[in-house]
């Protein structure tokens, strides 16, 4: 498990492209028969990935967790971005289709991935928070899940807003956890931008072309940085950072929020006149 620390605003305010991307870009997930983790220190999340194309893989706590077993002090938010797939918790299989969801609370001992077909294996990403509390593992169809339609192609940003895990529909501790899809012709997406001081945030963008790109903008809204990504890149945004995207064509992203606030709309609006 790779270990990141956290960053003040002087010290990105400093920092050129590729210690930017050393501190906050994700890269390699999704690694064939590989169970993929990042732990940073910004309220203690993990990222990561499991792809298992032709074994099943299991979630160890390793070293970095001091702990007996991977979710004994933790929850866990999954999505599938692949081929049709299986989670076994505690010896109960749950099956994910393509953008289906799990949620596993704390104190789950025994947690396995597996996939249906060798030749469209599927590709779970994870998101981990600590936990206080034992919720229900629930199974989430993104048909049954909250959804929000913002923007207009005129402004380039028509997009599908899909919840997954927040109150009210699926309980957690404090992880929160959607996908946002774009509409064609769209490209960018929380813009105008904001920023929520009592939580932060993952993006997953996926969905792009070889030859496609995003641009993700991060840092004070008064002194922003941006960032390259791909196709299944992962990039960690602070709680005083903004995080907004352009891309070549449209995309879907996943995010994630961890903190002590788990409202959706409780954010700090950043003008359009303040971005510089």
């Known amino acids: 498990m790779e270990v990141r620390f956290a960053a003040s605003p002087q010290a990105v305010g400093a920092m050129d492209t590729q210690q930017l991307r050393r501190e906050f870009l ?23 990935s499991a792809v298992p194309k032709t074994k099943e893989l299991k979630l160890d706590a390793g070293d970095a967790l001091h702990a007996a077993y991977f979710l004994e002090r933790r929850e866990l938010g999954i999505i599938n971005i692949g ?22 609370g704390r104190e789950s001992r025994d947690i396995a991935f597996s996939s249906d077909d060798p030749d469209d ?15 229900p593992t629930v199974l989430i169809k993104p048909e049954n ?6 923007g207009t192609l005129e402004n380039s940003n028509h997009r599908v807003i899909t919840k997954y895990i ?6 957690s501790c404090q992880l929160v956890m959607g996908m946002t899809s774009l509409k064609p012709g769209s490209v960018w997406n929380t813009m105008p931008c904001h920023t929520h001081d009592r939580r932060m945030e993952v993006y997953l963008y996926f969905d792009l072309p070889e ?4 641009m993700h903008y ?17 990039i960690i945004s602070p709680s005083w950072s903004i995080h907004a995207a352009s891309g070549t064509r449209a995309y879907t992203f996943i995010w994630g929020m961890v903190g002590e606030n788990q409202a959706f709309d409780d954010m700090d609006p950043v003008a359009m006149a303040d971005i510089l």
């Open 26 to 48: 994700i890269e390699g997930l999704f690694a064939l028969n590989e169970v993929k983790m990042v732990y940073s220190h910004i309220d203690r999340i993990i990222t990561g």
């Open 83 to 104: 081929g049709p797939g299986k989670v076994t918790v505690d010896g109960t299989v749950y099956a994910l289709r393509n953008r289906d969801g799990l949620y596993v």
């Open 121 to 135: 294996s599927a590709m779970f990403y994870l998101n981990c928070a600590p936990a206080h509390k034992a919720y």
């Open 145 to 150: 899940c909250q959804q929000v339609e913002l």
């Open 166 to 171: 927040l109150p009210g529909q699926v309980e």
């Open 211 to 214: 030859d496609a790109l995003v």
């Open 218 to 234: 991060m840092g004070q809204p008064h002194e922003t940085r941006h960032v390259v990504m791909r196709n299944r890149q992962a």
